[in-house]
């Protein structure tokens, strides 16, 4: 067993891509460290981390976001959470979308690669400001309320009332 890395940089000498994990001495990822992949901007900040599983180097992390996008001034853009190269996150979203300010544009609930959130919705938008734009519920990929009384969606004005509601 041997370290396997590799990198690619800009032509301003800044690092762009930087690969790595344990390879087997015929040259096969192997080990229990997932390889990662960074990807950098000109300036070096990170702009892409992704953690992969070994088999067959879907995106796969156990025990955090499989997939990190940073914005060029540092600041989180997304972070994405994978299971065997599916989205997948029990009890919390799978998907979260930054503004560059750092407040939360979105957020997805997925279970096996399907929108599903059992107890709230499993889209979320916001505003700018943090505040809640519209709530989407989902269950098993449908577009409904399991206790079918109340509205499967809800749109909200900025000052947080309720703009719409839809019943399905």
Request: some cysteine; proline content about 5%.
């Amino acid at each position: 067993m041997k370290l396997g890395f590799s990198e690619e940089y800009y032509e301003n000498g800044q690092v762009k891509l930087k690969e790595f994990g344990l390879i087997t001495e015929s040259c096969n990822w192997y080990g229990k460290i997932p390889p990662d992949t960074i990807i950098y901007y000109s300036n070096g900040q990170i702009k892409l981390r992704e953690s992969h599983n070994w088999s067959d180097r879907n995106l796969h992390n156990e025990n955090g976001p499989a997939k990190i996008e940073y914005y060029k001034n540092g600041q989180r853009k997304s972070e994405k959470y994978y299971l065997d190269g599916k989205f997948f996150r029990e009890k919390a979203p799978a998907i979260i979308e930054y503004y560059p300010n750092g407040i939360k544009k979105y957020e997805l609930y997925h279970l096996h690669n399907k929108l599903h959130n059992e107890n709230g919705p499993a889209i979320i938008d916001y505003y700018p400001n943090g505040q809640t734009s519209a709530e989407y519920y989902y269950f098993d990929r449908i577009l409904c309320r399991k206790d079918g009384y109340n509205p499967a969606y809800l749109s909200y004005y900025p000052n947080g009332n309720i703009s719409s509601k839809h019943y399905y």
